[in-house]
């Protein structure tokens, strides 16, 4: 048997931890089968308990993109941690990462540094809503941004995987200040600003969707939120959990050329340790405690360790000039060949691909272009066969069609060329 000790060790965990994971999708709900529990990594692979090696697809859902226990980033933090594990009080080495992230940031001037993505983005609205005294904010159907309970409403992959996007416990009070729209749509955003005049703080985005699959923006979409909000006083925030560091050394906003209000970070800007981090112009961050009335805290947050490892990890990307190319063009040539090989093969696809995330959709329609499509027009079912297909054949990306893949660095020639074979030899 493939995964012995994985099962053994999952029927294990699901006494003591809900469902046996302390995330949902780790738990392989909607592939079906049993999740790997993983007990090592290096470079561009994870081991399996049961001995296996994975070329790896997830890296951590992101943070991993240059490879996972990069030796400049472990030596670092390892002389790090010998020094003390948490101070709770200021260190010269969150200024150091605060200049570092503010320098190659577009359209910001201070960076507050928190434990997570969802984190980021619900002190973001808080922010946002203390700063224009409104209270609604508009998210769109199928965008993740932390299970904080303003979002989640209708959020995507984890909530979509399960079926349940309006999750118990989240109040009337709380679901009746967030707005839905769709993405892609701006119709459906002007349409909003038109019922609720004077009242939207914030509109909150992913600039490249990747938690309902990897979902593009449309040309024009973004530019259309960045007006909207100019005209109506509200806030654009970019949720840039995703794609902080890594579509970019400036994230989407360079990328595409978008200027955000207030930015979310998370996953790469920690380097594999449990970073969040928000960031604005000064007028807007002076509003934070202790400078303004908006609260915000954390305990361990900018903890030393954790700041090493992210601070260590954006230099590595900062002085290598070349590294986006790198993980774009390998994103490209799997993404083209991995369609081509299906096309081959008589299997409908859709591939959406922006840097260095991807989805492979199975689906006859030629555009994905948001949540309504990943759900009605693609065929899960394919998917889940395609997944365990590329387990069985030692490739692992992330458990659901409502994922992205994240390529690191550490793809190179040898782990294109098996994966491509892993595809090669998948049957219907
Ligand atoms: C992962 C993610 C989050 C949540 O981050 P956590 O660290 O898991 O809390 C928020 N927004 C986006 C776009 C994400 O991809």
Same mark, same amino acid.
């Given at each position: ?15 003591? $931890? #809900? !469902? !046996? ?6 738990? +392989? ?6 999740? $790997?529990?993983?007990?090592?990594? %290096? ?46 009080? #200021? ?20 960076? =507050?540094?928190?434990?997570?993505? *969802? ?17 609604? /904010? ?32 989240? *109040? ?9 729209? @769709? ?13 609720? &005049?004077? @009242?939207?703080?914030?509109? $909150? ?20 939120? =960045? ?15 995703? *794609? ?24 790469? $800007?920690?380097?594999?340790? #449990? ?32 700041? =090493? ?16 190319? =790198?993980?774009?063009?390998?994103? @490209? ?13 008589? /299997?409908?696809?859709? /591939? ?13 329609? &030629? ?19 395609? +997944?365990?297909?590329?387990? *069985? ?5 992330? #458990?659901?069609?409502? %994922? ?11 782990? /294109? ?12």
């Amino acid at each position: 048997m493939l995964y012995q000790r994985s099962s053994a060790l999952f029927a294990d965990a699901q006494n003591y $931890i #809900p !469902g !046996g994971v302390n995330s949902p999708v780790r738990a +392989f709900k909607s592939v079906g089968g049993t999740p $790997i529990f993983i007990s090592k990594a %290096e470079g561009a692979y994870i081991y399996d308990e049961d001995g296996r090696s994975y070329v790896d697809y997830i890296n951590s859902w992101g943070p991993m993109i240059i490879g996972h226990t990069h030796p400049d980033v472990l030596n670092a933090t390892v002389e790090q941690m010998k020094k003390g594990f948490s101070f709770g009080t #200021p260190t010269e080495l969150e200024t150091e990462i605060a200049k570092l992230i503010t320098s190659v940031v577009p359209n910001i001037d201070m960076v =507050r540094m928190v434990n997570s993505g *969802t984190e980021a983005c619900m002190s973001a609205i808080r922010l946002a809503r203390g700063y224009t005294n409104r209270d609604k /904010i508009v998210k769109f159907e199928g965008c993740y941004h932390g299970h904080s309970d303003a979002f989640l409403i209708k959020a995507g992959s984890g909530a979509a995987t399960f079926g349940n996007p309006n999750s118990p416990g989240v *109040t009337q009070g709380t679901a009746k200040d967030t707005l839905l729209a @769709e993405y892609n749509n701006l119709e459906s955003v002007k349409a909003l600003f038109e019922q609720n &005049n004077g @009242e939207i703080a914030a509109i $909150i985005v992913e600039p490249i969707a990747g938690n309902m699959g990897c979902v593009v923006p449309q040309e024009g979409f973004l530019e259309g939120l =960045r007006t909207l909000c100019t005209e109506n006083g509200a806030l654009l925030i970019f949720d840039e959990v995703m *794609t902080g560091f890594r579509q970019a050394m400036g994230g989407a906003q360079e990328r595409l050329n978008i200027a955000a209000d207030i930015v979310t970070f998370g996953k790469v $800007i920690g380097g594999g340790f #449990p970073v969040g981090a928000f960031a604005a112009r000064a007028e807007i961050m002076n509003h934070l405690a202790p400078l303004g009335p908006v609260y915000q805290a954390g305990t361990l947050s900018g903890n030393p360790i954790a700041m =090493r490892a992210g601070y260590t990890t954006l230099n590595i990307i900062n002085n290598d000039r070349d590294l986006f190319n =790198r993980i774009d063009a390998t994103t @490209e040539t799997l993404s083209k060949e991995i369609h081509t090989i299906l096309n081959e093969k008589g /299997i409908a696809n859709h /591939i959406n691909q922006f840097g260095s995330m991807m989805s492979v959709f199975f689906t006859e329609a &030629n555009e994905i272009n948001n949540f309504e499509d990943v759900a009605t027009k693609c065929n899960h079912e394919t998917f889940n066969k395609f +997944f365990h297909h590329l387990l *069985t054949n030692e490739v692992y990306i992330a #458990p659901s069609g409502y %994922e992205t893949w994240f390529i690191s660095d550490a793809i190179k020639d040898a782990e /294109i060329n098996k994966t491509l074979e892993a595809v090669r030899s998948f049957e219907l």
